[in-house]
């Protein structure tokens, strides 16, 4: 109504809310600072709050709530991994997700699909047997199906690809998909309401660091005191680790997604294809959201490329030739922030105070709940929560890696 | 299209070229503590800025050094190796 939108906008107290309160200045201490504004560092002040009392927080972020890999992802959630490390934690993560709506009391149109991660060569099948039989030993729904279980599934595929025949699937019934920036400005709100403190446009500048304890935190509106920081920046971390002076094997690889015009519903599950180097979803709205592999070579910046568009719109073409008058609406890139191993890098650092919650590649968003989680239980306790003793980053120098290449994304 | 020119080459698009990382000193395995071969073997320079790469024109196999700002992905120079980095 329009007299209703006009009254709101001369209105001297707005009567609704907003998702956050406005916090003039940053207080001279916290008990715990957040750097990173995202899903996984706004899940963590939430549950330092709800699961642990600790709620003098204050959540730094240099742009805006969920603007960098929280809204950048494909919004897929899944936790057929590959490793017992992965596996185990991605699935407390889908377990943590069901709820969060109710959590919340904010829909997050949170939508169970199925997720196929088709095998178009015999190599391919082998590790779909072996993701399906470690899936199945930890309770995940997983297993291992033909091609016509595709074809009833995806009506619309074209089986043979052009010239990769898919031979079969590691069918996930779980998999689903959800609206990412909602996820972050649920977390930030149910943070928000426990006490915790939300700073956008604010970037940190330094890292106070005396006789080996994390003392404080300069940023670009002051200097406040802290003994313990989270980092959690994604593909900032390198820039955010350098101030603290620790060395990790995490490198900056973009990784570019796109969606296309809104049509029809016509695609339900989620599709990977590691061959085609593509995955596809259709989103509540009606855009086909889809991937690629990574880019190539390192870089630190988000912008998005004309060979991306081509290559992945012509893979998409031998999976499904009927989409060839459908556009591409937008793209875009974000830092992906690798590992070797393709496991993230989480909790304790030699720095004491300094916890890291990094490594999240490509795989980071189905992990925003359990990341927050355990980040918090590793905080609040200072010791490692039991579900990410595998990937702290000592496993580098011990030469113990935690191989989740083969699960974690597609065409490495 | 991206364009890297080759030393040898010329300017070809970037499709044609292998990226194989940032040129690091590999120290002497022979001397070297455990954990400084660890640290060769795994740890980045994650951080943007200039950096001396190797890339390899994959059509004729010519490898070469580009100095590349990571951050603006421009390249600055690229030339060939010739025994000092």
């Not at chain 1, 919340?104 to 039989?133: C, I, K, P, Q, V």
């Not at chain 1, 030993?137 to 297993?143: F, R, T």
């Not at chain 2, 994650?46 to 196999?61: D, I, L, R």
Request: aromatic share 12%; with cysteine; hydrophobic share 35%.
């Amino acid at each position: 109504m329009p007299w209703r939108l006009l009254r709101f906008g001369v209105a001297k107290k707005h009567p609704e809310p907003r998702m956050f309160t406005y916090h003039e200045k940053l207080k001279p201490s916290y008990d715990v600072v957040i750097i990173g504004g995202g899903g996984h560092g706004l899940s963590s002040a939430y549950y330092l709050g709800k699961d642990h009392g600790i709620t003098n927080v204050a959540v730094l972020e240099k742009g805006y709530i969920g603007g960098g890999n929280t809204g950048r992802n494909t919004t897929i959630i899944r936790s057929n991994y590959l490793t017992p490390e992965g596996v185990k934690f991605y699935d407390e993560s889908v377990n943590l997700w069901q709820d969060l709506s109710q959590d919340f009391d904010l829909n997050l149109f949170y939508a169970n699909r199925g997720h196929f991660t088709l095998a178009h060569t015999d190599s391919a099948m082998r590790t779909m047997r072996w993701r399906a039989e470690v899936n199945k030993h930890y309770g995940v729904d997983s297993e291992v199906v033909g091609p016509d279980f595709v074809k009833r599934e995806a009506p619309m595929i074209d089986l043979s690809c052009g010239h990769a025949p898919i031979l079969g699937a590691l069918y996930h019934a779980p998999g689903s998909v959800a609206r990412h920036d909602t996820v972050a400005w649920g977390y930030g709100r149910g943070a928000d309401m426990r006490g915790a403190e939300i700073h956008q446009q604010t970037e940190v500048l330094g890292i106070d660091v005396q006789s080996g304890k994390v003392k404080g935190v300069l940023t670009s509106r002051g200097y406040i005191s802290t003994n313990k920081v989270i980092c959690a920046v994604a593909g900032y971390t390198p820039r955010i680790l350098n101030m603290v002076d620790i060395k990790t094997p995490i490198y900056i690889h973009p990784l570019q997604a796109m969606v296309s015009e809104p049509i029809k519903a016509w695609l339900n599950p989620i599709l990977v294809s590691g061959s085609l180097h593509i995955y596809i979803s259709q989103s509540s709205r009606g855009e086909l959201v889809m991937g690629a592999s990574l880019d190539p070579y390192e870089v630190q910046s988000t912008r998005s490329t004309l060979d991306f568009v081509e290559g992945l719109s012509s893979h998409m073409l031998d999976m499904f030739p009927f989409l060839s008058n459908v556009k591409v609406m937008r793209q875009w890139a974000g830092m992906a922030d690798m590992t070797p191993d393709f496991a993230p890098i989480m909790g304790k650092t030699p720095v004491e105070g300094f916890y890291l919650d990094s490594g999240w590649g490509t795989w980071g968003f189905k992990a925003t709940p359990v990341c927050g989680k355990t980040m918090s239980y590793t905080v609040a306790n200072d010791t490692n929560h039991p579900l990410i003793t595998g990937f702290s980053l000592d496993r580098f120098r011990n030469y113990s890696l935690t191989g989740e290449k083969g699960a974690a994304s597609v065409g490495h | 299209m991206k364009i890297l020119t080759c030393p040898i080459n010329g300017s070809r698009p970037v499709s044609e070229f292998y990226y194989w990382g940032e040129i690091r000193p590999m120290p002497n395995p022979d001397t070297c503590s455990d954990d400084e071969w660890a640290a060769y073997v795994f740890n980045r320079n994650g951080a943007p800025g200039v950096k001396k790469e190797w890339w390899c024109h994959t059509a004729s196999n010519i490898w070469f050094i580009a100095e590349r700002d990571t951050e603006k992905d421009v390249v600055l120079r690229t030339y060939l190796f010739e025994g000092e980095i």
